[in-house]
C-alpha cells in the first residue's frame, strides 16, 4: 500500500480505547517478515514486532492505535477519512495514526540496517494504560529484548511541522486534601469551625503557585486546584468538613515529599488529612544520546529546522519507557487538533513525517 492509502486505512478502522479496530492483526501481517509477539491482557490488544538486520542497536518505534471518542459536531464523518484542501480529516489523524502509519510503512520499505528495528504497540494509551505498553515492556526486559533506543511518535510539533521534539515529560500528582471543621448554625459562627473560611484564608498562597522554579528542561510544578466541595446547599448551616482536589505536574525536582511539605506549611494548624497518588513520573532523555541527536539530524536534513527540546504537556506512554533505562523521545505531527471536533493533519505532514523515519534509519550509525 502507498503512505497515505495505508493512512486513510488506519483512520476508518474505528479503534477507539481499548478496541484495536482490527490494526494490530492487520500490521502484523503487513510486516510479515518480521517476528511478531502478541501480549494480549483482558480486552487489551498489544503487539511487538521485530526484525534483526544486524549486529548494532536496537531501535523501537512505538505508539497506539486506539482513540478517543470521536464526539459530536464533526463536518464529515470521523472514520471517513475525508481529504479536502491539503488536510485530512478524522479521529486520530494526529493522535496519534499519522505516527503509526509513517513508522509501519517506514518498516515496511526498509531493506538494510545496523542492528534490530522493532515496532512496539497497543490499544490500551487513551485509557487506564494499565494493560497497555508496560506489559509489553515488562516482557521484552524478561525475556532481555528491550531496545536500546525509543521513538514514540505522538504529535509533538507546535506551529511548523520539525519544530519540536519532546526529550523528557512532567510527572503527575494528584492531591486530595480534607479539611476538617465542626458543623454549626450560620448564626452562630463562634461555636462552629468553618472549613470553608479556613481554606480561603490561604488558598490564595497556594493556588497557582510554582512549588519549584523549573529548569532548562521543565517549566515549574505548580500547585493547580481542580475542584473544592463543601457544605449541604443549604444557607444556615456552615459545614463539617471540606475537600479540594489538586494536580501537580511536577518536574525532577519535586516529588510527593515537596508536595507534602508545600501543603503543610499553609494549612498550618488546621486539621486536615491529605491523599498523594503518582499517576506518572517525571523524566528527562539526556540531549546527547545517540536518539536525540539523530532524531535532531533526521529533522533538519529533511524539513530544513533545527527543532527545539521540549518537555511541555501531558503524559504518554514513554512515561514507562523511560522507567525501564531506555533512552525515548517523541516526534510527530502538529497537534493543534488533538482530541478535538474534526481533528486533522495535512497530507504533507505525513509524508514529511515518512521520510524522517527514514532518514533516522538510514543515518543511524
Not at 144 to 161: G, H, I, K, R, Y
Request: glycine residues 8%.
Amino acid at each position: 500500500m502507498e503512505l497515505i492509502e495505508l493512512f486513510k486505512f488506519f483512520i476508518k478502522s474505528k479503534s477507539e480505547t481499548p478496541n484495536d479496530g482490527g490494526l494490530l492483526d492487520f500490521i502484523q501481517n503487513y510486516l510479515s517478515d518480521f517476528e511478531a509477539i502478541r501480549i494480549d491482557v483482558e480486552d487489551v490488544k498489544n503487539l511487538f514486532i521485530y526484525k534483526k538486520f544486524g549486529e548494532g542497536d536496537h531501535l523501537c518505534f512505538a505508539g497506539h492505535v486506539d482513540v478517543v471518542p470521536a464526539g459530536e459536531g464533526w463536518e464529515h464523518d470521523p472514520y471517513e477519512a475525508v481529504e479536502k484542501d491539503g488536510f485530512i480529516y478524522g479521529r486520530g489523524t494526529q493522535d496519534m495514526k499519522s505516527g503509526v502509519a509513517a513508522f509501519t510503512q517506514a518498516l515496511k520499505e526498509t531493506t538494510a540496517f545496523n542492528g534490530t528495528l522493532s515496532l512496539l504497540l497497543t490499544s490500551d494509551e487513551e485509557g487506564e494504560a494499565t494493560y497497555g505498553t508496560i506489559k509489553v515492556l515488562e516482557y521484552l526486559k524478561e525475556n532481555n529484548m528491550l531496545p536500546d533506543s525509543v521513538v514514540v511518535a505522538e504529535p509533538t510539533c507546535e506551529d511548523n511541522f520539525g519544530d519540536a521534539i519532546k526529550v523528557g515529560r512532567r510527572g503527575s500528582i494528584n492531591g486530595y486534601l480534607t479539611i476538617k471543621g465542626k458543623q454549626g448554625h450560620a448564626a452562630y459562627p463562634e461555636k462552629a469551625i468553618n472549613p470553608i473560611h479556613q481554606l480561603s484564608k490561604v488558598l490564595g498562597s497556594m493556588a497557582g503557585i510554582d512549588i519549584d522554579n523549573g529548569d532548562e528542561f521543565f517549566s515549574p510544578s505548580k500547585f493547580v486546584v481542580t475542584d473544592i466541595r463543601s457544605g449541604m446547599q443549604v444557607t444556615n448551616v456552615t459545614p463539617n468538613e471540606l475537600k479540594m482536589m489538586f494536580n501537580v505536574r511536577n518536574t525532577t525536582l519535586t516529588t510527593q515529599k515537596e508536595v507534602t511539605e508545600f501543603v503543610a506549611s499553609h494549612l498550618g494548624d488546621i486539621d486536615y488529612e491529605l491523599r498523594l497518588t503518582q499517576g506518572s513520573y517525571p523524566f528527562q532523555t539526556d540531549p546527547c544520546s545517540k536518539v536525540v541527536k539523530t532524531i535532531d539530524n533526521a529533522i533538519e536534513k529533511v524539513t530544513g529546522i533545527k527543532p527545539k527540546h521540549s518537555t511541555a504537556g501531558g503524559t504518554s506512554d514513554a512515561r514507562f519507557i523511560a522507567q525501564f533505562g531506555i533512552n525515548v523521545i517523541e516526534f510527530g505531527v502538529k497537534n493543534d487538533t488533538i482530541h478535538s471536533i474534526n481533528e486533522r493533519t495535512t497530507v504533507k505532514e505525513i509524508q514529511d513525517l515518512h521520510k524522517v523515519f527514514k532518514t533516522l534509519i538510514d543515518i543511524w550509525k
